[in-house]
């Protein structure tokens, strides 16, 4: 069965320095991952996503995430964080084997320090 | 990209009425259309997956006759909630399903539900 686990409910960075936001997933077949954010009040945006092609997955906004298959992981960067990158932040994994139902992690709340 | 739209954005009722959600896909046909549930600072709870021309497939605890779905066409899925109590309270999501090259889901911009 597939899984997602954001390791962090809460990350909080100072604006300029690097954004770490963690995710584990599990999954039976080659899975798609995707990031998604969610500022207060507004529908969802999807950052990036990976489906099987390059394992370092560049989306907006300068995010970026490695899908590393030994350590089933697909953790999203950040070189420098901006006040307006504060949102939650969703983990999401998805495969054929489900019909591409999305199983989602739990979220990850990012907060800016200025 | 493609886009979905949801109407309406926002909706205030009294507690026994029911609302109506609508769910469209703008720019591409979806066989398949979900239905999410996000309550306050919570992550997305699939309800619903919505097929083209039969009838809806339920998550365990979605109580069907509650939380009625149509997908009468490749573009629109409506939700309706019937005889709303304030429990009912929450923000929903749908999204459309794109097959082919991407298979990914495209979200609609949400609508907040307030039963008084």
């Known amino acids: 069965a597939q899984s997602v686990t954001q390791l962090d409910s809460h990350v909080s960075v100072s604006e300029g320095t690097p954004v770490l936001l963690r995710c584990n997933y599990s999954?039976?077949?080659?899975?798609?991952l995707f990031w998604y954010v969610q500022h207060p009040n507004k529908g969802l945006q999807l950052l990036l996503k990976y489906t099987s092609a390059a394992t370092l997955v560049k989306g907006i906004n300068g995010f970026e995430a490695e899908f590393k298959k030994s350590e089933t992981s697909f953790h999203l960067t950040k070189p420098s964080a901006h006040m307006s990158d504060a949102a939650e932040y969703f983990c999401?994994?998805?495969?054929?084997?489900?019909?591409?139902?999305?199983?989602w992690g739990a979220g990850t709340k990012l907060i800016i320090k200025p | 990209g493609a886009v979905v739209s949801q109407h309406p954005s926002w909706v205030i009722c009294k507690s026994g009425t029911s609302v109506k959600i609508e769910c469209r896909s703008l720019d591409f046909q979806a066989t398949t259309m979900f239905w999410y549930r996000q309550f306050p600072k919570q992550s997305l709870m699939l309800m619903a997956t919505?097929?083209?021309?039969?009838?809806?497939?339920?998550e365990q605890g979605v109580e069907k006759d509650k939380f009625l779905i149509n997908h009468a066409s490749l573009t629109l899925s409506t939700l309706t909630v019937t005889s709303a109590h304030p429990e009912d309270s929450s923000f929903y999501i749908c999204?459309?399903?794109?097959?082919?090259?991407?298979?990914?889901?495209?979200f609609g911009p949400g609508t907040r539900l307030t039963v008084l």
């Open positions: 919505s097929n083209e021309g039969s009838k809806a497939t339920y």
């Open positions: 999401v994994v998805s495969d054929r084997n489900s019909n591409y139902q999305l199983i």
């Open positions: 999204s459309a399903f794109l097959a082919g090259v991407s298979n990914e889901q495209f």
């Open positions: 999954s039976s077949y080659s899975p798609s």
